[in-house]
């Protein structure tokens, strides 16, 4: 299971911004697409964006959308998620990790590539005036 390095997070006030870096342990042209994903306190992870690691077509979750960019650096190996306008809601915990091409495709939605995948530390961001 490749595995991933999130880094970027922090304190920022409400309509604030953020870049968080996403970088793999391997090769990302080896799946399909790569997804951010987020837990606030007391909930499940929840599917934030995705994006195909070939032609960078990209999904996102309806609370962010026209708020937050994926991105992908295919030779660096990292995902990137540039987040604008932040919201208090938008605090929590930002992991990255490979998805399921079904459910990119058929669904178009964003959920892990493994049914038991394995977290990473993943970055705190806090959105606090």
């Known amino acids: 299971q490749l595995q991933f390095v999130e880094s970027g997070g922090g304190l920022v006030q409400p309509g604030g911004s953020l870049r968080l870096s996403c970088a793999a342990s391997?090769?990302?042209?080896?799946?399909?697409?790569i997804g951010w994903f987020r837990q606030a306190p007391g909930k499940e992870h929840e599917g934030v964006s995705c994006i195909n690691i070939s032609d960078g077509n990209t999904l996102y979750a309806d609370s962010v959308k026209g708020r937050f960019t994926i991105s992908r650096d295919n030779a660096k190996n990292t995902v990137y998620l540039q987040m604008n306008s932040l919201k208090p809601e938008d605090t929590a915990v930002y992991y990255c990790?490979?998805?399921?091409?079904?459910?990119?495709?058929?669904?178009?939605?964003?959920?892990?590539?493994?049914?038991?995948?394995?977290w990473g530390q993943g970055t705190q961001v806090t959105v606090s005036s």
């Open positions: 391997g090769f990302i042209a080896n799946y399909y697409a």
């Open positions: 990790t490979a998805v399921k091409p079904s459910e990119y495709v058929l669904s178009r939605r964003c959920v892990p590539y493994y049914d038991d995948n394995i």
